[in-house]
């Protein structure tokens, strides 16, 4: 590691933002290809469409649930070990799963151990970028963002050509020298000077009396400091937003799983067939940066919750369209559509979560998001196997996928509405109470003491709707004064006792 500091928006950081480009395409481009090994796999193990959809269900999974995982070792070993790490266990995770003999150890190689080399470079590289990128960060995470259109639109073409010419085992064991080119983008990340003032670290705590209960308190300390479990109990949007994401994950991989198969179902050509998701991969380079650029304006900044749900509901509407008809020409303009709702979605994930959550606490609700959209991406695929076991019709994976999507879309914009207007309420409320303490003080004069029966009656309850707010509690023989301020303080207990207030005194 050389001695001197990169500076952060220099020269170098536009290498390291190229870099982060090819780390994403060979990353997040990967999973969308697994597709084209679907028929392949399930003729060689033998297997049932669910047991073969377990394998790119534990890849995704674990690309995301190991977040938590990877913030330590950026924070133990830096960016730079931690995108070299996960170059080598992805690489070795493919070369072994060459040599695999059933689909266990296909789980277990290419499933998990790949995934996991992926999360450590995918998030490492994106980590980064926070530190080289201050002025232009909202431009550089946009052109990051291009790099898995490009790996969505590669990988396809790649894996078709390397499958026809050296069957799946060879192609998996070249996939283990290209994910070796992560390394090289980790070793040119540098590292970079900071604003942050170094920590102080302060003395060890002597060590506990029992062990065993300090290594549990450590480890809760630990995933206490990781994943945000208490902001899902206090945060009301932030759980909103994370039962409507899981429920929509159920659906939202599927036709990346599912697509290639299902048009070679409807005797679409093999080279076609893959074709279609290089589609959808080529569309999101321009979509996806656009989309970005678009939710960053501050224009949209208080409706991007319902941009989201919105983004969903599309995409569960373009869903439909695919299962209505397998013909190669509508499968292109459904992918074309499919590829407008999916910038969207991957542009505004993360800004709406960053909106529903102070930046402070942002790092631990992200590990948190990730581990749970994790288990979400780990069953989705099985279930719609299981669905195209009992069917033996691939239409219906698609009506799935509509369906959570659709059902995520109209729970999360309705929730978010009940909850804006909650806050809009409560905000009410506040600004009348405050109106009327400002009111009484200009009665009774800046240096007077009021009352206990005026104290009493600014701190009242929300008065009902349609009621004036200067004279909610008057008698109505006093509707055109304001004889309320003076009531004896017997006939203020009285009328605290009737509707539960706190006693003046």
């Given at each position: 590691?050389?001695?001197?500091?990169?500076?952060?928006d220099?020269?170098?950081?536009?290498?390291?933002?190229?870099?982060?480009?090819?780390?994403?395409?060979?990353?997040?481009?990967?999973?969308?290809?697994?597709?084209i090994?679907?028929?392949?796999?399930?003729?060689?193990?033998?297997?049932?469409?669910?047991?073969?959809?377990?394998?790119?269900?534990?890849?995704?999974?674990?690309?995301?649930?190991?977040?938590?995982?990877?913030?330590?070792?950026?924070?133990?070993f830096?960016?730079?070990?931690?995108?070299?790490?996960?170059?080598?266990?992805?690489?070795?995770?493919?070369?072994?799963?060459?040599?695999?003999?059933?689909?266990?150890?296909?789980?277990?190689?290419?499933g998990?151990?790949t995934?996991?080399?992926?999360?450590?470079s995918?998030?490492?590289?994106?980590?980064?970028?926070g530190?080289?990128?201050v002025?232009?960060?909202?431009?550089?995470?946009?052109?990051?963002?291009?790099?898995?259109?490009?790996?969505?639109?590669?990988?396809?073409?790649?894996?078709?050509?390397?499958?026809?010419?050296l069957?799946w085992?060879?192609?998996?064991?070249?996939?283990?020298?290209?994910?070796?080119?992560?390394?090289?983008?980790?070793?040119?990340?540098?590292?970079?000077?900071?604003s942050?003032?170094?920590?102080?670290?302060?003395?060890?705590?002597?060590?506990?009396?029992?062990?065993?209960?300090?290594?549990?308190?450590?480890?809760?300390?630990?995933?206490?400091?990781?994943?945000a479990?208490?902001?899902?109990?206090?945060?009301?949007?932030?759980?909103?937003?994370?039962?409507?994401?899981?429920?929509?994950?159920?659906?939202?991989?599927?036709?990346?799983?599912?697509?290639?198969?299902?048009?070679?179902?409807?005797?679409?050509?093999?080279?076609?067939?893959?074709?279609?998701?290089?589609?959808?991969?080529?569309?999101n380079?321009?979509?996806?940066?656009?989309?970005?650029?678009?939710?960053?304006?501050?224009?949209?900044?208080?409706?991007?919750?319902?941009?989201?749900?919105?983004?969903?509901?599309?995409?569960?509407?373009?869903?439909?369209?695919?299962?209505?008809?397998?013909?190669f020409?509508?499968?292109?303009?459904?992918?074309?559509?499919?590829?407008?709702?999916?910038?969207?979605?991957?542009?505004?994930?993360?800004?709406?979560?960053?909106?529903?959550?102070?930046m402070?606490?942002?790092?631990?609700?992200?590990?948190?998001?990730?581990?749970?959209?994790?288990?979400?991406?780990?069953i989705?695929?099985?279930?719609?196997?299981?669905?195209?076991?009992?069917?033996?019709?691939?239409?219906?994976?698609?009506y799935?996928?509509?369906?959570?999507?659709?059902?995520?879309?109209?729970?999360?914009?309705?929730?978010?509405?009940?909850?804006?207007?909650?806050?809009?309420?409560?905000?009410?409320?506040?600004?009348?109470?405050?109106?009327?303490?400002?009111?009484?003080?200009?009665?009774?004069?800046?240096?007077?003491?009021?009352?206990?029966?005026?104290?009493?009656?600014?701190?009242?309850?929300?008065?009902?709707?349609?009621?004036?707010?200067?004279?909610?509690?008057?008698?109505?023989?006093?509707?055109?004064?304001?004889?309320?301020?003076?009531?004896?303080?017997?006939?203020?207990?009285?009328?605290?006792?009737?509707?539960?207030?706190?006693?003046?005194t």
């Amino acid at each position: 590691m050389p001695q001197a500091l990169e500076r952060a928006d220099g020269s170098w950081a536009w290498v390291v933002l190229l870099a982060t480009m090819v780390t994403q395409g060979l990353t997040l481009g990967f999973p969308t290809c697994i597709g084209i090994f679907f028929t392949e796999l399930q003729w060689e193990f033998q297997a049932s469409n669910s047991e073969t959809s377990w394998f790119p269900s534990i890849l995704t999974a674990v690309l995301h649930m190991a977040g938590p995982l990877c913030s330590i070792l950026v924070g133990r070993f830096g960016c730079r070990v931690t995108v070299m790490l996960g170059g080598v266990l992805a690489s070795l995770g493919m070369v072994a799963s060459s040599f695999s003999h059933n689909l266990s150890q296909l789980y277990f190689t290419a499933g998990f151990i790949t995934g996991l080399g992926m999360c450590f470079s995918f998030q490492s590289s994106i980590t980064v970028l926070g530190f080289y990128f201050v002025r232009r960060r909202v431009l550089a995470n946009a052109l990051a963002s291009m790099g898995v259109s490009l790996g969505i639109t590669l990988w396809p073409l790649l894996s078709r050509y390397l499958l026809e010419n050296l069957g799946w085992r060879g192609t998996f064991l070249v996939f283990g020298g290209v994910f070796l080119h992560c390394c090289i983008c980790g070793a040119i990340i540098r590292p970079v000077a900071t604003s942050v003032a170094p920590e102080t670290k302060e003395c060890p705590p002597p060590p506990p009396e029992t062990p065993a209960l300090g290594c549990l308190a450590a480890c809760g300390r630990t995933i206490q400091r990781h994943l945000a479990f208490d902001i899902l109990r206090h945060n009301t949007g932030y759980c909103v937003y994370i039962l409507g994401v899981m429920w929509s994950v159920l659906g939202f991989p599927l036709p990346q799983v599912f697509l290639v198969p299902y048009a070679m179902w409807h005797s679409v050509d093999e080279q076609q067939a893959a074709l279609l998701i290089s589609i959808i991969g080529f569309s999101n380079i321009f979509l996806r940066p656009l989309a970005g650029l678009m939710a960053g304006r501050p224009a949209f900044a208080s409706h991007r919750k319902y941009l989201f749900s919105l983004a969903l509901l599309l995409n569960g509407l373009t869903n439909l369209v695919c299962a209505a008809s397998g013909d190669f020409w509508v499968l292109v303009g459904y992918c074309l559509a499919y590829s407008v709702s999916m910038s969207g979605i991957g542009a505004l994930i993360f800004q709406v979560l960053m909106d529903i959550v102070p930046m402070d606490q942002f790092p631990r609700a992200l590990g948190l998001f990730t581990v749970l959209d994790g288990l979400a991406f780990l069953i989705s695929p099985p279930l719609a196997g299981l669905l195209l076991d009992a069917t033996n019709n691939f239409s219906y994976v698609f009506y799935m996928s509509s369906f959570f999507l659709i059902s995520a879309a109209l729970f999360m914009g309705g929730s978010f509405y009940a909850l804006q207007k909650k806050e809009q309420g409560k905000q009410a409320v506040a600004a009348d109470a405050l109106e009327q303490d400002l009111f009484l003080e200009a009665k009774d004069g800046p240096g007077k003491q009021r009352s206990p029966e005026i104290m009493c009656q600014s701190s009242r309850q929300p008065r009902p709707a349609g009621v004036n707010k200067h004279l909610w509690g008057c008698p109505a023989s006093s509707r055109t004064s304001h004889e309320w301020l003076l009531w004896p303080k017997a006939v203020l207990q009285a009328k605290q006792t009737a509707l539960g207030w706190n006693s003046p005194t």
